[in-house]
């Protein structure tokens, strides 16, 4: 037997980690992009065999079996769909722990949707009646979760050992009989694997999805301000691109406010106000939302439990103040709508027109819907926001991580992205990862103190960096 299973590109709802079972969406650009780019790596694989080609039904993997098996049969199978989420359909994780406190996939299944159990049934039937059956290769096309389980029961293990199994999108794996022996022989392999391996990140934390940047000259790179060899250009959110740093400013505001008077009248201690300027900068901006509860309530020797998703509004935990700062930050959007700067647009524009690719990286869990209130979404190539740091379990700002993993999603290196950021402790990050180019966008009178912390330009609107070209 030889079985190559082929995860589909890259689409809307896997940059936000949603989880996408029987809804038909279709690949993004960069996903057809990425799709393209097997179809070399597999011809090389098949060696001129005629393989049997199975494809889920649904529009991302039958895109990306045209795109990386041209001119290949494809045989359309339902067996080879995804997961059926049920319920939990286009929710992510840490969305669906709200609702199921501690639900694990593998364990738990999805109500009105399938078990993992269910899954490994379909997973049987395309070994029984295909790859243990045919003398050909078999090229599987499907999806994340369904080929972490294949994998599993091709080995002979049971479904929920498919956890075991990473899977990027975009990604080919190979499982075939060695010396009588099933094995692996390849796993999870993208052609940005194969590109320049010395160019790629030591970070092990990526978000949902890889592709590979293409080759913006020097000339390109001059022509936005940045050094020659920039390639990616990766962009904070709030303060950078949206003029959301003042709403987060002041939702912090009225949840700490309330907070603090509530205990000050409970303990009779005097009452003092969070500052919007000197605590937001200082001890909450840029970070996650229980880094920056924690971090301010300390400058106040004040320290409170974690707490945990189920925590009832008003309890005295980190988690509860985090989810009041939340839910007054929504109502504000919703209110007063979200303002993209004009400077930003346009400067992100011209970076794509001249061939960089763009990611937006941000500490918020509402990156997504900030995006689309601003109506700028389809300005980034990759998308890798709070609820995402947290589900990959990447370190906040000023660690470097979810930038790294935001270069590594645009197949750049370090060294060949700039990093845009408003924030003193994001600065830090992108100097601790070691960027090509660190810019400092000083929207409240902070240009010594950006410096100081990293950056090599700051600008106050990032348009004059197309007037530096």
């Given at each position: 037997m030889?079985?190559i299973?082929v995860?589909?590109g890259?689409?809307d709802?896997?940059?936000s980690?949603r989880?996408?079972?029987t809804?038909?969406?279709e690949?993004?650009a960069?996903?057809r992009?990425?799709?393209?780019?097997?179809?070399?790596?597999?011809?090389?694989?098949l060696h001129g065999q005629?393989p049997?080609?199975?494809?889920?039904?649904?529009r991302?993997a039958t895109?990306t079996a045209?795109?990386?098996?041209p001119?290949?049969?494809v045989?359309?199978?339902?067996?080879v769909?995804?997961y059926?989420?049920?319920?939990y359909e286009?929710l992510?994780t840490?969305?669906?722990?709200?609702?199921?406190?501690?639900w694990i996939i593998?364990?738990d299944?999805?109500p009105?949707g399938e078990?993992?159990?269910d899954?490994?049934?379909?997973?049987?039937?395309?070994?029984?009646?295909?790859a243990?059956?045919d003398p050909?290769p078999?090229?599987?096309?499907t999806?994340?979760h369904?080929?972490?389980?294949?994998?599993?029961r091709?080995l002979?293990?049971?479904?929920?050992?498919?956890?075991?199994?990473?899977?990027t999108?975009?990604?080919?794996s190979?499982?075939?009989?060695h010396?009588?022996e099933r094995?692996?022989?390849?796993?999870?392999?993208?052609p940005?694997l194969?590109?320049?391996?010395?160019?790629?990140?030591?970070?092990?934390h990526a978000?949902?999805?890889?592709?590979?940047?293409?080759?913006a000259?020097?000339?390109?790179?001059?022509s936005v301000g940045?050094?020659a060899?920039?390639?990616a250009?990766?962009?904070d959110?709030?303060?950078v691109l949206?003029?959301?740093a003042t709403?987060?400013?002041?939702?912090?505001?009225?949840m700490f406010d309330?907070?603090?008077?509530?205990r000050a009248?409970?303990l009779?201690?005097?009452?003092?106000?969070f500052?919007?300027a000197?605590?937001y900068?200082t001890?909450?901006d840029?970070?996650s939302?229980?880094?920056?509860?924690?971090?301010?309530?300390?400058?106040?020797?004040?320290?409170?439990p974690?707490?945990?998703p189920?925590d009832r509004p008003g309890?005295?935990?980190?988690?509860a103040?985090?989810?009041?700062?939340n839910?007054?930050l929504l109502r504000?959007?919703?209110?007063?709508?979200?303002?993209?700067?004009?400077?930003?647009?346009?400067y992100?524009q011209?970076?794509?027109?001249?061939g960089?690719?763009t990611?937006?990286?941000s500490?918020?869990a509402n990156c997504s819907e900030?995006?689309t209130a601003?109506?700028i979404t389809?300005?980034?190539?990759?998308?890798?926001?709070?609820l995402?740091?947290?589900?990959?379990?990447?370190?906040g700002?000023?660690a470097?991580d979810?930038?790294?993993?935001?270069?590594?999603?645009?197949g750049a290196?370090p060294?060949h992205?700039a990093v845009?950021?408003?924030a003193?402790s994001?600065?830090?990050?992108?100097r601790?990862g070691?960027f090509g180019?660190?810019?400092?966008?000083?929207r409240?009178?902070?240009t010594?103190?950006l410096?100081?912390a990293?950056?090599?330009?700051?600008?106050?609107?990032?348009a004059e960096?197309?007037?530096?070209?």
């Amino acid at each position: 037997m030889k079985l190559i299973i082929v995860r589909h590109g890259q689409t809307d709802w896997t940059l936000s980690g949603r989880y996408t079972g029987t809804t038909d969406v279709e690949l993004t650009a960069s996903g057809r992009h990425q799709a393209a780019e097997l179809a070399p790596l597999l011809e090389r694989m098949l060696h001129g065999q005629s393989p049997l080609v199975v494809s889920s039904p649904r529009r991302r993997a039958t895109e990306t079996a045209t795109l990386a098996l041209p001119e290949r049969a494809v045989t359309i199978d339902p067996v080879v769909a995804e997961y059926d989420y049920g319920d939990y359909e286009g929710l992510t994780t840490p969305q669906i722990r709200l609702i199921a406190p501690g639900w694990i996939i593998w364990r738990d299944g999805c109500p009105h949707g399938e078990s993992t159990a269910d899954v490994g049934t379909r997973a049987d039937d395309l070994l029984h009646s295909h790859a243990e059956n045919d003398p050909r290769p078999v090229v599987v096309v499907t999806h994340g979760h369904f080929s972490r389980i294949l994998a599993a029961r091709a080995l002979g293990l049971p479904a929920e050992q498919g956890r075991l199994f990473a899977s990027t999108p975009a990604s080919v794996s190979v499982i075939e009989d060695h010396h009588g022996e099933r094995c692996i022989a390849l796993w999870n392999l993208d052609p940005a694997l194969l590109a320049d391996p010395g160019d790629r990140s030591a970070s092990t934390h990526a978000p949902h999805d890889k592709a590979p940047a293409p080759l913006a000259s020097d000339a390109s790179a001059r022509s936005v301000g940045l050094p020659a060899g920039t390639t990616a250009c990766l962009f904070d959110l709030d303060g950078v691109l949206t003029a959301t740093a003042t709403v987060h400013a002041a939702a912090w505001q009225e949840m700490f406010d309330d907070y603090l008077k509530s205990r000050a009248h409970r303990l009779g201690t005097p009452f003092v106000a969070f500052n919007p300027a000197a605590d937001y900068d200082t001890y909450v901006d840029g970070k996650s939302r229980a880094d920056g509860v924690a971090s301010f309530l300390a400058s106040r020797g004040i320290e409170l439990p974690p707490g945990g998703p189920g925590d009832r509004p008003g309890a005295e935990t980190i988690t509860a103040l985090g989810s009041a700062k939340n839910s007054i930050l929504l109502r504000r959007i919703r209110r007063d709508g979200v303002h993209a700067y004009a400077g930003s647009v346009r400067y992100v524009q011209a970076v794509r027109a001249a061939g960089l690719r763009t990611a937006v990286v941000s500490s918020s869990a509402n990156c997504s819907e900030i995006l689309t209130a601003a109506g700028i979404t389809e300005l980034f190539d990759a998308r890798l926001g709070g609820l995402d740091v947290r589900a990959d379990g990447l370190a906040g700002k000023p660690a470097p991580d979810s930038y790294l993993a935001a270069a590594h999603a645009l197949g750049a290196p370090p060294r060949h992205a700039a990093v845009f950021e408003d924030a003193l402790s994001g600065v830090q990050a992108g100097r601790a990862g070691r960027f090509g180019c660190v810019v400092g966008v000083d929207r409240v009178g902070q240009t010594d103190a950006l410096r100081a912390a990293g950056a090599d330009i700051v600008v106050t609107d990032l348009a004059e960096l197309l007037d530096r070209a």
